[in-house]
């Protein structure tokens, strides 16, 4: 079933991510995230804004342990380690926040 | 689960060449060999790249597909750094015979965790003499 938003579709491939990039909106993240079981907090946004950012100068998604060393750099150890991001993604920080995010599933995750 | 948690250590590093010799467009071939260093980065291997022939054009700077409807998935190669990938041999000799220079190349680095994080320049030129020295050491070479 595509994601439903104000009456609008958004297509998805068969794990849930977006298929055309540029249909992404905060709002549709939302629903993602719904969809994934989770409330969208600060933190998550935090990450799901990190992984944009990334995205848009590297044009990938990045793999989890580059994710984690990533945020480790630019937002200090206690928020880039396991524990902490497989909290607010309990399915793969890096699969379950780019999928909200709107991008591709990360290369080199399976 | 992403595929690198659950990898075995088996502790025996092997020196792998990713070989690119073609034009970043036009083929598959460029994309798919960036894709599986990306994929294979995850292996704890020594990986190291090597740009000749048409291949120094993958990684000349401000790329631009709009004419040809492709994604120009240039910027990813300055993300190998990420990824622990920070030796990226490009041949002298296909830089001139192309009428290229080092300044058209992009700026690829990755910081250096030995060296309390400083950034480095991963592009390292070298004569194809240099270059042949290079794929003799490895003990893989894969060719795109």
């Known amino acids: ?67 984690i060393k990533s945020i480790k750099k630019s937002m200090g150890k206690e928020k880039g380690n396991n524990k902490y991001l497989y909290t607010l993604f309990p399915y793969g920080p890096a699969k379950q926040a780019c999928k ?8 080199g995750c399976v | 689960m992403s595929m690198e948690e659950d990898l075995p250590g088996t502790g025996d590093q092997k020196k792998f060449l990713y070989v690119n010799r073609r034009a970043p467009y036009g083929t598959i071939y460029a994309l798919e060999s960036l894709e599986v260093v990306l994929i294979g980065a995850a292996f704890d291997q020594d990986v190291s790249l090597a740009f ?28 190998l750094g990420d990824y622990e990938v920070t030796r990226l041999y490009v041949e002298k000799e296909s830089l001139e015979e192309r009428g290229l220079t080092p300044d058209d190349l992009m700026e690829i680095t990755y910081e250096d965790e030995d060296d309390d994080w400083a950034e480095k320049p991963s592009v390292r030129l070298v004569s194809r003499a240099e270059l042949s020295e290079v794929m003799a050491e490895q003990d893989v070479i894969l060719s795109f």
């Open chain 1, 1 to 67: 079933m595509p994601y439903q938003m104000n009456g609008t579709t958004v297509e998805h491939d068969e794990e849930g991510y977006i298929e055309e990039l540029d249909k992404w909106s905060k709002e549709l993240a939302e629903i993602i995230a719904q969809d994934e079981n989770i409330d969208m907090t600060e933190e998550h946004w935090e990450v799901v804004n990190f992984l944009r950012d990334y995205y848009e100068e590297y044009q990938i998604a990045p793999a989890v342990r580059v994710l």
């Open chain 2, 52 to 79: 000749f022939d048409d291949g120094v054009y993958q990684i000349v700077k401000d790329q631009d597909t709009s004419g040809i409807g492709m994604k120009n998935f240039s910027p990813t190669y300055r993300a």
């Open chain 1, 100 to 107: 909200i995010a709107g991008l591709p599933k990360p290369t």
